[in-house]
């Protein structure tokens, strides 16, 4: 730490607008996060001529960040609250800027692929710290949640203006620019963190040793969890590849949790995590995050190959979830506060369920069912993100927070990943032929209806049990 680092003192803001500076560098931060794959998805296509890439090294220009961020925020986050939040912060910026700027020289897609990789280990290295700085930067609750509501604004902004921004991109300049738009973006947050947010004080760092085994085991679970998703969409459900993977992962998982048990310094006690508020909290972000990844691909699916519609026709009909996603930050402050915390995760999880029972009982007869079901669970994601979120941070000692923060993407990056494995598997099992062919037979629209209830009913099965688990966890708070 410089001797300037060390002598910088900033008072606890008691409003948004004095800490309007740091709040832009962290907003900048999770901009990042919404608009990078939003955006590059668009560009695959022009991506995959130029470059002469195959189907399965597009796939990896986008997978290899998601499998990259969502394995190694755990450990990034062990590691910044012993080295120093804003610290490891400054420096994945710092690496996020300089892979972006890689970008204007990439000329194979195995480069292209090199530098999905960096940017995912910056994204490990700065996203989690955005939530976690934010929380350490009021000691109310009330402005922490207003914060983080204005931060998650900021990205639902970037995600829903990340394609069509991205089309218009295209249209007059390279590929290559989507990607080096993360460089201002970058120095921006540079400017924001540095200025705006004092270095960690010392006794606020958490000194106990790395668990090197535990960072690897649990990195190794998380990975083979996210890759095992797209192994059942691609492989099918008859492939022994995604099963093995499945289990792998599985058996990863239970090797942490022994680890962690039985660890000395370990790198995250599942005591902490056992903690109501935390378990609680966690539970309520994986259901959000299953209902809004497995109902998005399934609706996208049924618009376009059962009802026929186009894709620009179908991005308009996903408009419901994202208008509320974006008007909804203007809600969740006056909710929170009418109901309390507590309450305000209870209710918006069981609006995610309740748009998941009205999407897999209805959906079928007709599209404004299917709104329905977008609004009740964009509407319940809104809110319960940033709750949940925050009540994990609550539950957890100050010199856990982005650890704790890690945790809660983690679980919304897993279950996400597992809300389209459960739909895809189901629908490959259910359906006969191919799914992408232009005219279905009589039994093959059959089939697809029924499966995409039966997938529907699923998903919902297993929101509403980490919903149940959740409150039970909740009423233990007090």
Do not use: C
């Amino acid at each position: 730490m410089s001797s300037q680092e060390s002598t910088i003192v900033v008072r606890e803001p008691r409003s948004l607008r004095e800490a309007w500076v740091a709040l832009a560098g962290l907003a900048a931060v999770f901009l990042f996060e919404m608009l990078d794959n939003s955006i590059l998805n668009v560009a695959l296509p022009t991506i995959g001529r130029e470059l002469r890439a195959s189907t399965t090294a597009l796939q990896w220009a986008t997978g290899a960040y998601a499998v990259v961020f969502g394995g190694l925020m755990l450990a990034a986050g062990a590691i910044a609250d012993r080295l120093g939040r804003r610290r490891i912060m400054l420096i994945g910026l710092v690496l996020l800027g300089l892979a972006s700027l890689a970008t204007a020289f990439v000329s194979t897609a195995e480069q292209l692929i090199a530098v999905r990789v960096a940017m995912g280990i910056a994204a490990a290295m700065t996203t989690p710290g955005s939530m976690a700085l934010a929380f350490r930067l009021f000691g109310d609750d009330g402005l922490r949640l207003r914060a983080l509501n204005l931060i998650s604004t900021v990205g639902m902004i970037g995600l829903a203006i990340g394609p069509t921004t991205g089309g218009f991109v295209l249209a007059i300049a390279p590929w290559q620019v989507l990607l080096l738009v993360n460089v201002p973006i970058a120095a921006l947050a540079i400017i924001g963190v540095r200025t705006g947010i004092a270095a960690d004080k010392p006794a606020d760092l958490h000194r106990d040793p790395l668990d090197v085994t535990g960072a690897l085991l649990g990195t190794a679970a998380i990975v083979l969890a996210l890759i095992a998703p797209t192994l059942f969409v691609n492989e099918g459900a008859n492939s022994w590849l995604p099963w093995a993977v499945a289990a792998a992962a599985a058996m990863s998982a239970i090797a942490y949790y022994l680890r962690e048990r039985s660890a000395r310094y370990p790198l995250l006690d599942p005591k902490l995590v056992a903690h109501p508020l935390v378990s609680s909290g966690l539970a309520f972000k994986a259901a959000s995050a299953l209902a809004v990844s497995g109902l998005s691909y399934l609706v996208t699916l049924q618009l376009q190959l059962d009802w026929g519609w186009s894709p620009a026709l179908a991005a308009i009909g996903m408009l419901p979830q994202v208008i509320v996603l974006l008007a909804g930050s203007a809600f969740v402050n006056p909710f929170v506060k009418l109901v309390g915390l507590d309450w305000a995760a209870r209710l918006s999880a069981g609006a995610v369920v309740a748009g998941l029972v009205v999407y897999a009982l209805l959906g079928r007869n007709g599209y404004p069912w299917i709104a329905l079901a977008l609004v009740l669970v964009a509407a319940g994601m809104r809110v319960v993100g940033l709750v949940a979120g925050t009540n994990v941070l609550r539950g957890l000692p100050e010199n856990r927070t982005t650890i704790g923060a890690a945790l809660v993407d983690t679980a919304g990056e897993v279950t996400s990943g597992a809300g389209i494995a459960i739909t895809g598997t189901i629908l490959a099992a259910l359906f006969t032929g191919s799914i992408a062919t232009s005219h279905w037979s009589a039994q093959q629209t059959s089939q697809f209806r029924g499966a995409v209830m039966v997938a529907g009913l699923a998903i919902t099965a297993v929101a509403a049990a980490l919903v149940a688990w959740g409150i039970l966890r909740s009423r233990r708070t007090a």
